[in-house]
């Protein structure tokens, strides 16, 4: 899962870059130039520290998440987003945009003043724009091809019929997410990157002790979030005790970066089940709605190919018990087959053919 930090320059994409990664990506100004840092870190999860407790493993790994500072937009709704730019923008799963609310004598807004809800409606605007370019690009293409029967013209004309809701949409300022599709419709546009399509986490960047404008902002696959950058940056760099000191003196429960690394992996439609033993607890992403089979492949193609039966215990039941003996002894572990659809928490145990 790879998700690009975004916003207009001097928004704190990098501050809140070294925040989430706990990196120290240089906070130097890119000047507009197209530059990425990327990591990966952990999703926090107390599920994953409390089945390592109860099972001992020789090791624990939890949930990962891809970051990639991308540097570069300037939020002029001209839609002529460069080449790699792009590129690095349509390979991302879900996009955080990074709108600066602090105020800094040094560090001047590059549009002469902090206008959170204007930045947002800037960024949305180059999105819209590029896509909307590309739409009309792809229905000149499929206008030569009807023209020319290069393919069937039945399957060109659903292409149409598809394109032109999009350009419907665009010409409206309605962001493709928003926009309803069959199954047939998302599979034709899976090789497809439109940046407006994207789930998107608006993540308001305040000065410390500020607090978050509101803002209504209610589009599909969108979420709205505030982090103060700098200060959770700090916290981040702090060794593990002096970081839980720190919270305690300021009164909060919890890193933001915690919460923001959850609400975007859920943004993404993921969900996180389990498996465990002494050698290894891990956790392991799926998409929500999947089933079994599905599951089984995360772990490995092969489980997949000869899946059977997945032997299912939910992280609750599992915790409410204390132990697998206990939950066996109960009857909470059950058979589940094919058609299962994996639930958030579900510890599971493949059973499977070698073939």
Not at 7 to 34: C, D, E, H, I
Not at 96 to 110: A, G, K, N, Q, Y
Not at 189 to 214: D, M, T, V, W, Y
């Amino acid at each position: 899962m790879r998700l690009g930090i975004i916003g207009l320059s001097q928004s704190g994409k990098t501050t809140v870059f070294n925040a989430l990664t706990r990196g120290n990506a240089p906070l130097t100004m890119s000047g507009g130039r197209f530059e990425v840092h990327t990591a990966v870190v952990d999703v926090p999860d107390p599920r994953v520290d409390a089945l390592s407790a109860m099972f001992n493993p020789r090791r624990t790994i939890y949930a990962k998440v891809t970051y990639a500072d991308i540097a570069g937009l300037e939020g002029k709704a001209g839609g002529d987003i460069s080449g790699p730019l792009l590129n690095q923008l349509t390979q991302m799963d879900g996009l955080v945009h990074v709108v600066r609310c602090f105020e800094s004598d040094s560090v001047p807004h590059p549009m002469g003043s902090v206008d959170p809800r204007r930045d947002v409606a800037a960024m949305d605007a180059e999105f819209l724009l590029n896509d909307l370019i590309a739409v009309e690009r792809k229905l000149e293409r499929l206008e030569e091809e009807w023209k020319k029967s290069a393919r069937d013209r039945k399957q060109v004309e659903q292409e149409q019929a598809l394109f032109h809701k999009l350009h419907e949409a665009l010409s409206a300022e309605t962001p493709l997410r928003d926009v309803e599709l069959t199954p047939a419709e998302e599979k034709l546009l899976a090789g497809f990157g439109f940046l407006s399509r994207k789930p998107l986490l608006i993540l308001f960047n305040l000065g410390e002790g500020q607090e978050a404008p509101a803002l209504d902002y209610p589009h599909k696959r969108s979420a709205v979030a505030a982090l103060m950058g700098k200060l959770e940056m700090e916290i981040a760099q702090l060794p593990p005790d002096d970081a839980e000191m720190f919270l305690a003196e300021y009164g909060i429960v919890e890193p933001g970066l915690n919460r923001v690394i959850r609400l975007s992996y859920e943004l993404l439609g993921l969900i996180s089940f389990f498996t465990v033993g002494e050698d290894e607890v891990r956790a392991w992403t799926v998409r929500r709605g999947a089933k079994a089979p599905e599951a089984a492949g995360v772990i490995h193609t092969d489980l997949q190919k000869g899946f059977i039966r997945a032997e299912v215990i939910s992280y609750d039941d599992l915790m409410a018990l204390g132990s697998m003996a206990a939950a066996r002894k109960e009857g909470k572990l059950r058979l589940e087959g094919k058609d299962y659809v994996v639930q958030d928490g579900d510890i599971l145990h493949i059973r499977f053919n070698v073939r």
